[in-house]
């Protein structure tokens, strides 16, 4: 009985590390790589940007303009750099 009782702590020591891990991804990474990943996307088709690839402008998955958007380090390409959306 003592050796099932012994698995058992490690099972759920095993359980609340795994579960504590978890939490801390979706609490503090997560949001980071999704606002990331949203930046990027919308930094891929920016238009109307300055030289400095700051100030531009993008429109959403439900084709709402967002402006003022800083793409200096998302996308330099310049073909996004157009006057108007394509």
């Known amino acids: 009985m003592k050796e ?24 503090f990474i997560w949001p980071a790589i ?23 402008k993008a429109l959403d998955a439900s084709g709402k303009e967002v402006t003022g958007l800083d793409c200096s380090g998302a996308n330099t390409s310049s073909t996004h750099n157009a006057a108007t959306p394509s």
């Open 4 to 27: 099932a009782t012994g698995e058992l702590n490690i099972t759920v020591i095993t359980v609340v590390a795994i579960a504590a891990i978890a939490a801390f991804f979706y609490a």
């Open 34 to 56: 999704k606002n990331n990943l949203n930046r990027q996307t919308l930094c891929a088709s920016a238009y109307g940007c300055d030289s400095a690839w700051k100030n531009c």
